[in-house]
């Protein structure tokens, strides 16, 4: 069984910056797509940001321009750079990965931006 851990979630003042880790137990490199999702409390889970092995990217209108998502095999970490945060990426945050065959998902780091 492949374990997905998400960490670096916190809270932070609006504007303010994190970088969420997922850590991958098996090689990251097998798993050609990858990404997050939020939820917050009373809504549906959305995507965030997901990222290929080719290198596409791809982010929700609402994140562009202020997140970044990026894989770095070597590690077998995705990591999610989230800057200019506002009070409405609260969430908790879910890491997946993606082969052929098989799709894992993290229990979630949670995020909360507030003043």
Known sequence: QVQVVESGG???H???SLR???TVSDRLSRFYY???HRQSPG???TLVATAGTGGFTNYANSVKGRFTI?????????????NSLQPEDTALYYCFVRSATEEYWGQGTQVTVSS
């Open 70 to 82: 990026s894989r770095d095999n070597a590690k077998n970490t995705v990591y999610l750079e989230m």
């Open 10 to 12: 916190g809270l932070v």
């Open 34 to 36: 990858s990404g997050w």
């Open 14 to 16: 609006p504007g303010g």
């Open 43 to 45: 809504n549906q889970r």
């Open 20 to 22: 969420l880790s997922c």
